[in-house]
């Protein structure tokens, strides 16, 4: 493949694409209850990126 993927690995993208497209994400609605104040961004900037730079 083009960037060193697999053809397996390829195909699990492709699929992927195709279950997000078709509503993966949308099986639980967002509530305040089930929900977090941290947004995704927030949590890599605080978290992921100090964990991953030491």
């Not at 699929?15 to 609605?29: F, I, Q, R």
């Not at 605080?46 to 730079?53: E, I, K, S, T, Y």
Request: charge should be neutral.
């Amino acid at each position: 493949m083009k960037f060193g993927m697999s053809e397996p690995m390829a195909q699990a993208y492709a699929d992927m694409a195709v279950a997000k497209d078709a509503g993966l994400d949308n099986g639980v609605t967002r509530t305040p209850e089930g929900s977090t104040p941290t947004s995704f961004r927030q949590w890599c900037r605080d978290v992921l990126r100090p964990a991953v730079l030491g």
